[in-house]
């Protein structure tokens, strides 16, 4: 209860505090590339009820169509802007609605796609036992799993069969320790490995 109270008060509070630079990349977005300002990908959740998760869009639209699920550095299917979002992670951003609503949580194991958590279904029997997050240890140690898989010859098989299971581990074992100070940890040393922001 208190998680989740957290949760409600703060994602409302940073869409709030946020509201002019969502007006600002949104403008940008449209100048930059036909398209919508947002992304939505349908991801599972808790207890694996399937929900859409929200980011600004910094790639060419439809561009998960034309190309693999994961992005490399380098791919030619991010826009300009996209890039600058992604460098500083501003197109994280409307994940704050997704926490306010109740589909995620700040901290939390990251929400994948279907077909990925079918390959880890045992695992994630027990990760989705609890809503998933913004933000966990995984993707604190993966801050840049762009640049990791943009040095494999193989993307997808490179994130399913090595960087997917680290993620499982890590996530897992957050699960055994995770409180109230544990996530403000993760949250303070989210912030602090973003470009700009140290």
């Given amino acids: 209860m208190i998680k989740r109270l957290f949760d409600i008060f703060f994602s409302f509070s940073g869409l709030l505090i946020f509201s002019p630079l969502f007006v600002v990349v ?3 977005i449209k100048i930059d ?14 207890n694996f009820k399937s929900f859409n998760i929200y ?19 380098g791919d030619s299917r991010v826009t300009g802007i ?9 197109d994280e951003l409307p994940q704050l609605f997704n926490v306010l609503k109740g589909d995620m949580s700040f901290v939390g194991p990251r929400p994948e ?3 990925y958590v079918q390959l880890f279904k045992s695992d994630y029997k027990k990760l ?14 993966y801050s ?8 494999s010859g193989n993307w997808e098989e ?26 403000l940890k993760i949250i303070l040393e989210t912030v602090l490995r973003t470009p700009g922001t140290y």
């Fill in 113 to 115: 796609i279907s077909e």
């Fill in 82 to 90: 996209g890039r600058f979002l992604r460098k500083y992670k501003i």
């Fill in 26 to 28: 949104a403008v940008l």
């Fill in 128 to 141: 989705l036992g609890i809503r998933p997050g913004i933000t966990d240890p995984a993707s604190i140690k």
């Fill in 158 to 183: 490179e994130y399913k069969t090595r960087i997917l299971p680290e993620k499982i581990r890590l996530s897992l074992n957050y699960l055994k320790k995770r409180n109230i100070l544990t996530d």
């Fill in 33 to 46: 590339s036909k398209g919508p300002v947002f992304f939505k990908q349908e991801r599972i959740g808790k």
């Fill in 144 to 151: 840049n799993e762009e640049a990791v898989l943009y040095s």
């Fill in 55 to 73: 980011k600004f869009r910094t790639m060419k639209n439809n561009a998960e169509k034309h190309g693999p699920k994961i992005t490399v550095r």
